[in-house]
C-alpha cells in the first residue's frame, strides 16, 4: 500500500500563500491520483482537488478554483497543493489521499488510503 503524509500547515493571515505537500511511498506513486480533501469544524469533509497520475489532468472544488493549484512531482513521490489568497472560510484539516486509479477522483469512496491530516488556519 501507499501511505500518504502530509506536511506544511499553518497559521496564516487571510490573503497570504501556503503550500501544502503530501509524499507517499511506494514505488508505484505514478500510477495512481491524488486528491486534497478538506474538514473544518462541524462540517463534513469535502474535495478540494485533485490530479491524474500522469499530472495531465485536474480537478477543482468551486470554492477554491483560481486560487488553489494541485501539482505533483513523481520523482520525488510528493503531491503538492499551493493555496493562494487564503480566506477564513479556508480554515480547516486538509487530508491527502491516494486512489489506485489513474484518472482524477472528486468523490471521498474512490479513495483507498488517507493522511492523517494538517492543520490549516486563516486569520482575519
Known amino acids: 500500500q501507499v501511505q500518504p503524509v502530509e506536511s506544511g500547515g499553518g497559521l496564516v493571515q487571510a490573503g497570504d500563500s501556503l503550500r501544502l505537500s503530501c509524499a507517499a511511498s511506494g514505488r508505484t506513486f505514478s500510477r495512481f491520483t491524488m486528491g486534497w480533501f478538506r474538514q473544518a469544524p462541524g462540517n463534513e469533509r469535502e474535495f478540494v482537488a485533485t490530479?491524474?497520475?500522469?499530472?495531465?489532468?485536474?480537478a477543482y472544488a468551486d470554492s477554491v478554483k483560481g486560487r488553489f493549484t494541485i501539482s505533483r512531482d513523481n520523482a520525488k513521490n510528493t503531491v503538492y497543493l499551493q493555496m493562494d489568497s487564503l480566506k477564513p472560510e479556508d480554515t480547516a484539516v486538509y487530508y491527502c489521499?491516494?486512489?489506485?486509479?489513474?484518472?482524477?477522483?472528486?468523490?471521498?469512496?474512490?479513495?483507498?488510503?488517507w493522511g492523517q491530516g494538517t492543520q490549516v488556519t486563516v486569520s482575519s
Open positions: 489521499a491516494i486512489a489506485y486509479r489513474g484518472v482524477i477522483a472528486t468523490r471521498q469512496n474512490e479513495y483507498d488510503n
Open positions: 490530479i491524474s497520475a500522469s499530472g495531465g489532468s485536474t
